[in-house]
């Protein structure tokens, strides 16, 4: 072990536990031989009962990145923490010094873990094009993040998924596949898939393995397994699912059928972000890349867009299970 190293921790703090990600990287440190400890952490105090089923050994704790004091709570004792923040729905820079806050008053130095969606090679806010960097959304907030955890002085690490979720299929999608039996993805772009179950694992990983700190402030750029386009996944789910999926590259039809649930779930101009964020992917295509981070990390091929497609049929037309592949 190099000089620099931090031992493997004794204490895990994981947030959004009850989330996408957070919930899979739970299961692997519960999961995992180690002999660690895991506390995991909700800001919502209706989602407590639910954690205490689903991890009976662990701690869980009420902890709101906005709420110093419970910060302060929920890292004392802890030597490395896994953080996820929702998108647009929080002030991520305060989020994060509240968080560096709490970490240096543990004592501890933990290693923080934080989930971004970084395009690899853009480094800093000023890198980002005007819309993206003008509005309160997920590729501003990357940034945020990552220039006050990087400014902390405390041990960190970045899963940077350059990759859209595989569960995207069955959210920011689905309306459009199921009405009309479109898949509604303006900007025809190369892009990857990851499963969250795979990413929650990975962070597992590099929360429960010795830290060395010449490696603060590490990007671990994954991806899914292929580069595929849109139009390619829309061949897949109509291959997969055995219903004729067409894809369509329309921006104004892909608002129509989002807008009212996108801007009420995350905030006014919501859905026109995500037009430019989309737009903004064909532009930085040639930044695009695949890599075998994910691999690495997980020491097992990750699961592929096909087979998670296979696995989720009846959640997209409950009719189709019957249908042959
Ligand atoms: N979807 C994609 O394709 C994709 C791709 C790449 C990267 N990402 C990134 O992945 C991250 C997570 O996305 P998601 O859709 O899974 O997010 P999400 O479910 O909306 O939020 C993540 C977690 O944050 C916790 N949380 C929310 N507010 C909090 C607060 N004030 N204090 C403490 N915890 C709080 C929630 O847990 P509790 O309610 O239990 O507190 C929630 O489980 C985002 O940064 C997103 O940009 C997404």
Not at 47 to 63: D, F, H, N, T
Not at 87 to 107: K, L, P, S, T, Y
Not at 242 to 261: L, S
């Amino acid at each position: 072990m190099s000089a620099n190293a931090r031992p493997a921790p004794h204490r895990v703090l994981v947030f959004g536990a009850s989330g996408h990600v957070g919930a899979f990287a739970a299961d692997a440190i519960a999961g995992s031989n180690r002999n660690v400890a895991l506390r995991v952490a909700t800001s919502s105090v209706d989602k407590a009962g639910e954690l205490k089923a689903r991890y009976p050994s662990a701690e869980i704790v009420q902890a709101d990145y906005m709420d110093l004091q419970s910060l302060v709570a929920a890292f004392d004792g802890v030597d490395a923490a896994f953080l996820i923040t929702p998108d647009f729905r929080i002030d991520e820079q305060r989020a994060m010094i509240n968080v560096c806050a709490a970490a240096h008053a543990a004592g501890t130095q933990p290693h923080l873990v934080k989930l971004t969606g970084v395009t690899i090679g853009i480094n800093n806010a000023n890198e980002l094009r005007p819309s993206l960097r003008e509005y309160p959304g997920p590729a501003l907030q990357y940034q945020q993040a990552r220039a006050v955890l990087n400014a902390s002085g405390l041990p960190v690490s970045f899963l940077n998924s350059f990759a859209y979720f595989m569960d995207d299929l069955l959210t920011v999608w689905l309306l459009p596949l199921l009405n009309r039996r479109v898949l509604s993805a303006p900007f025809d772009r190369s892009t990857t898939f990851v499963d969250t179950r795979d990413l929650g694992e990975a962070a597992a990983r590099l929360l429960l393995e010795p830290h060395d700190r010449e490696h603060d402030g590490y990007m671990h750029h994954v991806t899914g397994t292929e580069r595929i386009r849109f139009s390619e996944v829309a061949t897949m789910l109509t291959e997969v699912l055995g219903v004729e999926i067409t894809y369509e590259d329309d921006p104004q039809a892909f608002k129509d059928d989002v807008e009212e649930v996108v801007n009420m779930h995350f905030g006014p101009g919501a859905t026109d972000y995500f037009v430019e964020f989309c737009l903004n992917e064909q532009k930085e295509e040639p930044l695009f890349i695949v890599t075998d981070v994910l691999q690495h990390l997980l020491g097992r091929e990750p699961r592929t867009l096909r087979d998670w497609i296979e696995e989720h049929k009846s959640a997209f037309f409950p009719e189709s299970t019957a249908l042959p592949s």
